[in-house]
């Protein structure tokens, strides 16, 4: 299921830099999407449940509801939950093309498998639909609307019960994928996703998703109860009452679950995935949960509806953060592959300009370090120049001025002799400019 890796086309230094920001926002559209439909799935299956056997009919309209806030019309589906998950396929794809990682084939399983998910999901809202809708239809010994009503109450078991099983496959998947991304000391050894069964790290990241799901589904009822499109006016004081006692303690235990698996996911992090970004955002996480978890606290000994309001709106900031410290610790897993990747991207234009017959560059950049640079400089050590780890830090983030200096090269350290010029052609200096900054990249 790598075929995708075999169709990646190599990236830029500067496409590489896009893709990392096309992942934040498709991270930001399909992790609490999916964490609040896999937690609405269970709250909802369970509290049917809950309605039937019992006759509750606050139970079964609790359990209706649920799905109706996350899932308002099929096209969602599709919108926030298969059409990111394939974008991010496909982004996964281009970052891991020169890499030994599974990761691309275990995410196109689970797209798949979140397709059917969906599929089942939107059946599951329709069953429910239509079974509220009966439910107030006598029956007056019709024969057929009984049937009906029959019918739509299998549907609806079969079709929760399914649309949770893909979806909890889906996301370990999902989970799975990723994880294994962020591990580069993992990618030649492991070669199918039973290997990530009991990895610490998927076990840890999946029990993370399960309460995130849980405090998104329970905060999110909150919300659209109590504070969207005038909350209360539309519902009775038993309603409210019970939606109070179903969310409140579920997302406040949610809540203060979180922080310790955030935590864990740092600390099982590799070196290589590790920067300052990363701590950065899993602090800014640990944050806006805590202060999400004082407004439900508030809610719980001193209701108020702008507290829901308050509560979704700082875990959605908490859930953003959590999506860019996950990024953060893929871009530092890939940069070493990404620094490859952006080479290759360069000798493939080279090659794909000389094919056009606009032969700009007569040499690639390390065949020009072989003859012209290599007698001076070394990446490490000083030669009779200075050691490209001392002087390329300040030409990283503009490599056009690493361009300008190679074609007009000036006296700059006193403790080294003048560089001579080398008589390269614009391309040949841009060619030796992006081969030596993506060594550099390797060595450092």
């Excluded at 689970?110 to 239509?130: E, P």
């Amino acid at each position: 299921m790598d075929f995708l890796k075999q169709i990646a086309l190599p990236q830029s230094e500067a496409q590489i830099g896009v893709l990392y920001f096309v992942l934040n926002v498709i991270d930001i559209l399909l992790l609490p999407f999916l964490s609040y439909l896999f937690g609405a799935l269970v709250v909802s299956l369970y509290h049917h449940r809950k309605g039937r056997l019992q006759n509750d009919p606050l139970a079964l309209r609790y359990a209706k509801e649920m799905i109706d806030h996350i899932i308002p019309n099929k096209s969602i589906l599709l919108l926030f939950g298969v059409v990111p998950f394939m974008a991010m396929t496909f982004a996964y794809a281009q970052l891991l093309q020169d890499t030994a990682a599974i990761s691309v084939g275990i995410l196109t399983w689970g797209l798949l498998l979140l397709a059917a998910a969906a599929a089942f999901a939107s059946s599951y809202k329709t069953a429910l639909t239509f079974t509220d809708m009966l439910s107030a239809v006598p029956a007056k010994d019709n024969d057929q609307v009984e049937q009906y009503k029959e019918q739509m109450r299998e549907t609806r078991r079969t079709s929760g019960k399914y649309a949770l099983l893909f979806l909890i496959a889906a996301v370990y998947c999902l989970i799975a994928g990723r994880s294994l991304a962020v591990h580069p000391n993992q990618w030649d050894s492991v070669s199918n996703a039973v290997q990530l069964l009991l990895s610490l790290d998927v076990l840890s990241k999946s029990v993370q998703f399960v309460v995130l799901s849980f405090a998104m589904s329970s905060i999110g009822m909150l919300f659209f109860t109590f504070s969207w499109q005038g909350g209360t006016a539309h519902m009775t004081k038993e309603y409210a009452e019970y939606v109070k006692g179903a969310a409140l303690p579920v997302g406040l235990v949610s809540l203060l679950l979180l922080p310790l698996f955030t935590v864990l996911s740092v600390v099982l992090l590799p070196v290589a995935s590790l920067t300052a970004t990363v701590f950065f955002f899993a602090f800014l996480m640990i944050l806006f949960v805590f202060l999400a978890s004082h407004s439900v606290y508030g809610m719980i000994k001193d209701f108020k509806a702008s507290y829901a309001a308050k509560a979704f709106y700082l875990f959605t900031l908490a859930v953003i953060a959590l999506v860019l410290h996950g990024t953060s610790a893929l871009a530092g897993a890939t940069k070493t592959s990404s620094a490859v990747l952006a080479h290759r991207y360069v000798l493939h234009h080279e090659q794909l300009l000389a094919s056009m017959g606009i032969n700009l560059a007569v040499l690639t950049g390390e065949e020009i370090f072989t003859a012209k640079c290599s007698a001076c400089h070394e990446f490490g050590a000083k030669k009779v120049g200075p050691a490209y780890k001392d002087v390329l830090p300040k030409y990283e983030s503009d490599r056009t001025r690493l361009v300008t200096f190679v074609l007009n090269p000036m006296k700059v350290d006193p403790a080294y002799p003048p560089m001579p010029n080398q008589g390269l052609k614009p391309a040949e200096a841009d060619s030796i400019a992006a081969y030596i900054m993506t060594m550099y990249k390797q060595q450092k």
